[in-house]
């Protein structure tokens, strides 16, 4: 089986520790870092990459993920993925004001951003308390069908099933409650420094910026 690309980017193995990996990506940084090899385009590509993979990788949440989705995970740049979700609100704010004829402006239109954020963030840490109590349960139930030795039995495969979809389920609200959190610190940061926000519009590219009264 080919070695996954984040992985690859590190020279690491799938098998590495978290020691092992921070020690590959201080190695395979300091050979392309920005300051070591300026104006060099492709070596600041390879830190990008390199960086993404330490941050997937030692994250035990998106390491579990991508383990298992691979290139498909969707995991990404975790700034671009929080600028992504305050345009996808930015969007629907933009379109909500202006439905009720009201012309959007910045402050108000970054406080309604921070209140979505946090109300989701609030749900995903509910969803996770949730299933942590279900997996809890299963867990118990699960004890009483394994026997610990050799191969898992119909009814310990039947028992740790449900386990095994919750597991999975948690790992990717994780994921989500992680992207709300720098989303919301974003808007935090930028919601009264009008100019730096527009640089923020601008780098998703949303084109309802033209809407809004900075």
Known sequence: MPKKKLYEALEA????????????Y?????????????????AADEFKLITL????LSD???????????????ITDPMQEA??????????????????????????????????????????????????SRLDVLTDVAKRFTCGKGEPNLMEKIALGPIHNIERTIKDVEHDLAVRKDAHGIAK??????????????????????????
């Open 83 to 132: 600028l992504s979700l305050i345009a996808k609100f930015m969007h629907m704010v933009i379109k909500s004001d202006l439905e009720q004829g009201r012309h959007p402006k910045h402050r108000k239109l970054m406080a309604d951003i921070i209140g979505i954020l946090e109300a989701e963030i609030n749900g995903c840490e509910q969803t996770i308390a949730n299933f942590r």
């Open 189 to 214: 940061k930028f919601r009264y420094k009008t100019e730096a926000m527009q640089q923020v519009v601008m780098t998703v590219g949303t084109g309802a910026a033209s809407t809004i009264n900075w």
């Open 26 to 42: 201080r190695k395979r940084a300091k050979d392309c870092h920005p300051d070591k090899r300026p104006g060099d385009a492709a």
């Open 60 to 74: 035990d949440a998106k390491r579990a993920r991508y383990d298992t989705l691979g290139e498909e995970s969707g």
């Open 53 to 56: 993979a330490f941050e997937t």
């Open 13 to 24: 193995d799938e098998s590495d520790d978290k020691a092992t990996l921070t020690a590959k």
